[in-house]
């Protein structure tokens, strides 16, 4: 994590052979079957060569046969660094998959006054492709848009799926911030970011469960006179958002 | 399977910037398990992989799955196709979140589909928002 602790979410087996010293999982279902186990690499004793480095090193490597892939991300000219680390790994380059889809007569709520979870639901409609334009009676689906709605004549919907570091997002933002000041009056944009849903944090260090779901995720709408709204969700077990 | 199977937990804000005449207008909202409905991703698995199903038969099938096992209550259940796609025979359905665990229940119990084999594969779930991938 962003400060230097690294976080082992791990079964009952594999957190008795490494030893170290973690809490129980507030996802336990009865049994105490997970734990946690956080680890101060800022630690003095954690740098290479000390005393806990050593111990970690050594309980990984030798007491647990772990094999696992690991995503990597860089900041900008960051490839060097990392050179002489994956030289000694297979290791594959993964690209972020971009998908563009232009939308025109589009059904949109009033998205100032919609309430949020009415306004997801539409989001994640249009995300999706489902039709709102569906009568009350109507037997296959009867979603529709919330009540007032407008109808836009066109609106771009785009998707990256990727492992993007936090300076993109931000980046992605305030060029959307500028588009929206040099656009005609009543554009509005919305950014929504998913984490994954397995990931043993979320917001701030706070422990995340899947359970059947795993929500883990941001929404950013921005209006043109700087106003916004920012939807932060998650699990119900999970701690609150910030 | 999960019995609170409806949590989901949502902050809203609002902050309208550059406004000095009105006290900063900032509210936070924070819901908990408010969710209305719930998304199911499923996949209808039949032994016979040439067997076209239109979205109003899965639809009817879903209706007989959840009467098989809950009766009249469960046919009465309000369960929205949103999404199907024949040619994967997945779908994305939308659920009242108290019917959650009856409609998860009635499709997982089920065995067969006209005189074969068949499952359903509930392949992701959502409280608040339905999203077209699937993440890892």
């Not at chain 1, 010293?21 to 507030?26: I, L, M």
Request: glycine share 6%; hydrophobic share 35%; with cysteine.
């Amino acid at each position: 994590m962003p400060n230097g602790h690294l976080v082992l979410s791990l079964d009952k087996d594999t957190f008795e052979m490494l030893g170290f010293e973690g809490r129980p999982s507030r996802f336990n279902n009865r049994t105490c079957s997970r734990f946690v186990v956080p680890v101060d690499l800022t630690d003095s004793s954690m740098a290479p060569g000390g005393r806990g480095y050593l111990r970690l090193n050594k309980v990984l490597r030798s007491h647990l046969n772990l094999q696992m892939d690991f995503l990597i991300s860089h900041h900008p000219g960051g490839r060097a660094t990392l050179q002489p680390l994956l030289s000694r790994y297979v290791w594959s380059e993964h690209r972020p998959e971009v998908s563009r889809r232009s939308l025109s007569n589009l059904v949109c709520p009033d998205l100032q006054s919609c309430d949020p979870l009415s306004l997801l639901e539409w989001l994640g409609a249009v995300d999706a492709d489902v039709s709102c334009e569906n009568l009350s009676s109507s037997f296959l689906s009867t979603l529709i848009c919330p009540e007032p709605k407008t109808t836009l004549s066109q609106a771009l919907s785009m998707s990256v799926c990727g492992l993007l570091l936090p300076q993109d997002v931000q980046q992605l933002v305030e060029q959307l911030r500028c588009y929206l000041q040099q656009t005609q009056k009543e554009s509005w944009a919305s950014v929504t970011v998913h984490g994954f849903t397995d990931s043993p944090v979320s917001w701030g260090d706070h422990e995340h469960g899947v359970l059947t779901g795993g929500e883990n995720f941001y929404n950013l709408l921005m209006f043109q006179d700087l106003t916004y709204r920012l939807h932060l969700a998650t699990g119900a077990h999970d701690a609150c958002p910030p | 399977m999960c019995s609170q199977a409806a949590e989901n937990e949502m902050e809203s804000r609002m902050k309208p910037d550059g406004e000095k005449t009105e006290p900063p207008g900032y509210q936070r909202v924070v819901l908990k398990n408010a969710s209305p409905h719930h998304y199911l991703k499923v996949r209808l698995l039949l032994e016979d992989e040439s067997t076209r199903v239109s979205a109003v038969e899965l639809k009817r099938f879903i209706i007989s799955c959840l009467r098989g096992l809950h009766g009249e209550v469960g046919a009465a259940l309000e369960v929205d196709v949103l999404k199907y796609d024949e040619e994967t025979l997945s779908a994305l359905l939308r659920v009242h979140s108290r019917g959650l665990v009856k409609l998860w229940s009635s499709l997982t119990l089920q065995g067969s589909y006209q005189n074969q084999a068949c499952a359903f594969r509930v392949l992701q779930r959502d409280a608040a928002y339905s999203r077209s991938r699937s993440r890892s």
